[in-house]
């Protein structure tokens, strides 16, 4: 009779949690919401990076553009079309709908490798779309260049890939371990369309995918062939985006070139590079000297990091030549590799604090609290430059 009587209360807590568990997911996807549509609507009234691109989008009407990344345009163009609606309302729905997908998906992975219900896994996807560089006006003058960021807000083409960044790392993973033709197609078609939007992803994950490959399944010849398939269509694109940018400049017949140019892009927004290499990879830095085996043996941060240190050698190394050299464009590759790092650099330090509260390990407690100290500044800052963005002041 005990049992029968407790079945029924016990129903109710969990669909009373349940509710619980819809409504607050339901609260910050409104959040989330509110707050892109703002910034992404603030950027179309002054002038932008967004404003820039609505500028281009113009130009399809007329067949003058010629330029290697048109995806967002494009996008922009045939939404406004279909809709009957503005170039600047297309663009707004554009980029909210790619930050909400954005933010499903890393709600998604924070649920699939955390044992925490949905309530924290909300709370932390939200905290995680906050986080910048950490910021100190008399060091860097500039929130972001210079020190890269997780969460870059005032370019649209960055936004616009990061989804298709997490998805193409899950299914290339997936593909390696489970060698399903699903997962190489799957990945090989994502990785194409991200080119169109912006090649900045592309250029970083092809060489980390090879070293990945060689490092840990050298001995497979069908993977070689596979992953080579994957990627085979994104190279043949990403040369033709090559021919177009230097044939054909960049809009206005703005002409260039690729130079070698070792840090001097950086040194124009930094006075120490390597300074500002710390204050951009602060939190996952700490979790990498501390938990050195743990991200080892974890392919996704194993992967993410080999695609961060050469999107930071690119930014180091490569410019453009003439007017575009302050530009940083190679900046692109490192700015899109970071979210990917922070994410599961933050999935392993929650786990680090659950197996550490447990075994109560008192030197671990003390470098876990180190650490939040640091993530910490992340988000302060992070929460500076989204203010000073809804406010219209747009700082890099």
């Given at each position: 009779?005990?049992?029968?009587?407790?079945?029924?209360?016990g129903?109710n807590?969990?669909?009373?949690?349940?509710?619980?568990n819809?409504?607050?997911s339901f609260?910050?996807?409104?959040?989330?919401?509110i707050?892109?549509?703002?910034i992404?609507?603030?950027?179309?009234?002054?002038p932008?990076d967004?404003?820039?691109?609505?500028v281009?989008?113009k130009l399809?009407?007329s067949g003058?553009l010629?330029f290697?990344e048109?995806g967002?345009?494009?996008t922009?163009?045939?939404?406004?079309k279909?809709?009957?609606?503005k170039y600047s309302i297309a663009?707004i729905?554009?980029?909210?709908?790619?930050?909400?997908?954005?933010?499903?998906i890393?709600f998604s992975?924070?649920?699939?490798?955390?044992?925490t219900?949905?309530?924290?896994?909300?709370?932390?996807?939200?905290?995680?779309?906050?986080?910048?560089?950490?910021y100190?006006?008399?060091?860097?003058?500039?929130?972001?260049?210079?020190?890269g960021?997780?969460?870059v807000?005032?370019?649209?083409?960055?936004l616009?890939?990061?989804?298709?960044?997490?998805?193409?790392?899950?299914?290339?993973?997936?593909?390696?371990?489970?060698?399903?033709?699903?997962?190489?197609?799957?990945?090989a078609?994502?990785l194409l369309?991200s080119?169109?939007?912006?090649?900045?992803f592309?250029v970083?994950f092809?060489p980390?995918?090879?070293?990945?490959?060689?490092?840990?399944h050298r001995k497979?010849l069908?993977?070689y062939?596979?992953?080579?398939?994957?990627v085979f269509?994104?190279?043949?694109?990403?040369l033709?985006?090559i021919h177009?940018?230097?044939?054909?400049?960049f809009p206005?017949?703005?002409?260039?070139?690729i130079i070698i140019?070792?840090?001097?892009?950086l040194?124009?927004?930094?006075k120490?590079v390597?300074?500002?290499?710390?204050?951009g990879?602060?939190?996952p830095?700490?979790i990498?000297?501390f938990r050195?085996?743990q991200?080892?043996?974890?392919?996704?941060l194993?992967?993410?990091?080999?695609?961060l240190?050469?999107?930071?050698?690119q930014?180091?190394?490569?410019a453009?030549?003439?007017a575009?050299?302050?530009?940083?464009?190679?900046?692109?590759g490192?700015?899109?590799?970071?979210p990917l790092v922070?994410?599961?650099s933050f999935?392993e330090?929650?786990?680090?604090?659950e197996?550490s509260?447990k075994l109560?390990?008192i030197?671990?407690?003390?470098k876990?609290?180190?650490?939040?100290f640091?993530l910490f500044l992340?988000?302060i800052s992070g929460?500076?430059?989204?203010f000073k963005?809804?406010?219209g002041s747009?700082?890099?």
């Amino acid at each position: 009779m005990k049992n029968i009587i407790e079945k029924p209360e016990g129903k109710n807590m969990r669909s009373k949690s349940q509710i619980i568990n819809i409504a607050f997911s339901f609260l910050v996807f409104i959040i989330i919401l509110i707050f892109s549509v703002h910034i992404f609507h603030t950027q179309t009234k002054i002038p932008s990076d967004l404003s820039g691109h609505l500028v281009l989008v113009k130009l399809i009407e007329s067949g003058t553009l010629k330029f290697a990344e048109v995806g967002f345009e494009y996008t922009v163009y045939i939404l406004s079309k279909l809709l009957h609606i503005k170039y600047s309302i297309a663009a707004i729905f554009l980029l909210v709908s790619a930050t909400l997908v954005l933010s499903s998906i890393i709600f998604s992975i924070l649920k699939n490798n955390l044992k925490t219900n949905n309530l924290l896994v909300c709370l932390f996807t939200l905290l995680l779309l906050i986080p910048t560089a950490i910021y100190f006006p008399t060091f860097n003058k500039y929130i972001i260049l210079g020190q890269g960021s997780p969460n870059v807000w005032h370019n649209p083409t960055l936004l616009m890939i990061k989804p298709f960044a997490f998805l193409i790392t899950i299914l290339a993973i997936k593909a390696l371990k489970t060698n399903q033709c699903s997962y190489w197609i799957a990945g090989a078609i994502l990785l194409l369309i991200s080119m169109a939007y912006k090649p900045s992803f592309g250029v970083v994950f092809i060489p980390a995918f090879a070293i990945y490959i060689l490092i840990n399944h050298r001995k497979y010849l069908y993977t070689y062939l596979y992953s080579f398939f994957m990627v085979f269509p994104s190279l043949l694109f990403v040369l033709w985006q090559i021919h177009m940018l230097i044939h054909h400049g960049f809009p206005g017949g703005l002409k260039t070139s690729i130079i070698i140019a070792p840090f001097g892009v950086l040194h124009l927004y930094t006075k120490n590079v390597f300074i500002s290499f710390l204050l951009g990879l602060g939190f996952p830095l700490t979790i990498l000297i501390f938990r050195w085996r743990q991200v080892w043996h974890n392919a996704y941060l194993q992967l993410s990091w080999l695609m961060l240190l050469i999107g930071y050698t690119q930014m180091a190394l490569f410019a453009f030549n003439g007017a575009p050299f302050s530009s940083g464009d190679f900046f692109w590759g490192y700015y899109v590799a970071m979210p990917l790092v922070y994410v599961y650099s933050f999935i392993e330090y929650y786990k680090w604090i659950e197996c550490s509260i447990k075994l109560k390990i008192i030197i671990d407690l003390i470098k876990i609290t180190f650490i939040g100290f640091i993530l910490f500044l992340h988000l302060i800052s992070g929460s500076y430059y989204l203010f000073k963005i809804i406010t219209g002041s747009l700082p890099l």
